[in-house]
């Protein structure tokens, strides 16, 4: 039995005989992670803007003036925004809450008294670190309500047997 030694095959890089080899210098990553650390844009004015849109989002709700689809993909967009927005502005708590919302979006496919609930909830918790101008991740307090708006969406999940 004789074996033959494999035959190594190197298909072409197209993507890299476009754009080139290299990549971003490193001092341009450290001046940009410096601005984004000081970074001095005061996030409250877009922050409340997302929050009165959350609001017109539950006025659509209560007014019964809009599909669930459109209410579903208005929440998501606003949401995302927060929840991207927030720790760049040094918001991390947004963030966090924001990032629990936004699971919930994607889980809760009904828009009921109970997901209204969890909903105000969000927009409450909103209101409080924006209107306070509660930099950070909150410490243990934010950590706590972040856990506690999660257990409110599993509490969700298995009231109405969904699947996270």
Known sequence: MTTK????????????????????????????????????????????????QLKEVKALIDKKSASPQSIHKDLVNIVMQLKSNGSMFHYQLI?????VMLRFLENAKTIDQDFIDIFLVYINVLEI????????????EGYALTQE?????????AKYDVKP
């Open 129 to 140: 670190v924006l209107n306070k101008k509660l930099r950070g991740n909150g410490g243990a």
């Open 5 to 52: 030694k494999p035959n190594f095959i190197q298909p072409p890089n197209t993507l890299k005989m476009k754009v080139g080899e290299g990549g971003i210098p490193a001092y341009v990553l450290k001046q940009s992670q410096n601005y984004l650390e000081s970074n001095p844009v005061d996030f409250t004015p877009y922050g409340h803007r997302y929050l009165g």
């Open 149 to 157: 708006l999660h257990n409110a969406c599993l509490r969700y999940y």
């Open 95 to 99: 963030s966090m809450v924001s990032d």
